[in-house]
């Protein structure tokens, strides 16, 4: 149970830092972006191509920026989902044990065994599908902004196309 805590902790913490991250920083980081792809803009030799690599590459580097962080979301949804799986095995471990103790005419002994089944599943499963959410909500997130940048970059090409023509 404790590790199950311990991956709900910092499931709350990962979500929490990266969605003030996030919201803070959205309007930072598209500013920044349109600042350094007009600085871009002021390079004579810069060639069509040479531009949208350099845009994809700013888009890049953003992302991975704002995604810092979620993947340890989804691994933490796994491992909780695993350990109360673990701690299902491990009650029944007890439930057979118990039986094979001959202990089965005594129910305390065998629902003891099922509780802790059952308990851990419940647990491992209550981190494991908020951190889904939470992996799926702050991506989610994430993409919008990186539309956001590629409709930025997209015009900034088209203008720069029809400067050049």
């Known amino acids: 149970m404790y590790p199950i805590l311990g991956c709900s902790i910092f499931s709350l913490a990962i979500f929490l830092e990266r969605l003030f991250y996030i919201l803070k920083g959205k309007k930072g980081v598209l500013l920044d972006f349109q600042r350094r792809v007009d600085e871009l803009l002021n390079n004579p030799n810069l060639e069509v191509k040479g531009l949208k690599d350099a845009i994809d590459m700013l888009i890049e580097g953003k992302t991975v920026s704002l995604s810092r962080g979620i993947g340890a979301l989804s691994l933490i949804a796994r491992v909780s989902t695993l350990l109360g799986l673990l701690g299902t095995v491990l009650g029944m471990v007890e439930v057979f044990r118990n039986v094979a103790a001959g202990k089965l005419g005594n129910p305390e002994a065998l629902a003891g065994g ?32 990186e539309e956001e940048m590629l409709k930025l970059g997209e015009e900034v090409l088209i203008r720069y196309v029809k400067g050049k023509a």
């Open 114 to 145: 099922i509780w802790v089944a059952l308990l851990t599943t419940v647990f491992g499963l209550s981190v494991a599908i908020p951190t889904v959410f939470m992996h799926g909500l702050l991506s989610s997130m994430i993409s919008r902004i």
